[in-house]
């Protein structure tokens, strides 16, 4: 959610302000690669879980089992807001090469957070195979 909160100011400032603002696409693109890269847990060992003490995997386990489907609702949200606010950039009056470059950051965005939430899927995964019910 808190990309939304990045992505409207951004949005807001160009279609208000447009002479003076300025956004360097390439160094936006490289920020979100950089993002995904450093945050690669399919990276992480299997044994990460190793000395974390069985009732501490248990309630992880519990925890992440009961809030997994909240998250996944934050995810649908997201969509409906990308809808709303790219039918929103189509229907304006602004410059179309800029439209195509906030579109593509918006779904950039998008991927990032998906990309995160394959990430605690993972967590997820290896915490069961470490855990003995």
Do not use: A
Not at 39 to 48: D, G, Y
Not at 83 to 90: A, E, G, H
């Amino acid at each position: 959610m808190k990309i939304i909160y990045l992505l409207l100011p951004l949005v807001n400032c160009y279609i208000f302000n447009r002479p003076s603002i300025k956004i360097d696409v390439v160094e936006i693109q490289n920020s979100i690669n950089n993002l995904i890269k450093t945050q690669k847990m399919e990276l992480m060992h299997n044994n990460i879980f190793e000395s974390v003490p069985h009732d501490v995997k248990l309630f992880m386990f519990k925890k992440l089992t009961n809030d997994l489907p909240d998250f996944h609702k934050q995810g649908d949200i997201l969509l409906k807001f990308n809808d709303n606010l790219i039918t929103f950039i189509m229907n304006s009056n602004i410059d179309i090469n800029f439209k195509k470059e906030v579109i593509t950051k918006l779904i950039d965005f998008t991927l990032w957070g998906d990309h995160i939430g394959s990430n605690i899927l993972h967590v997820y995964k290896i915490l069961i195979d470490n855990l003995t019910f």
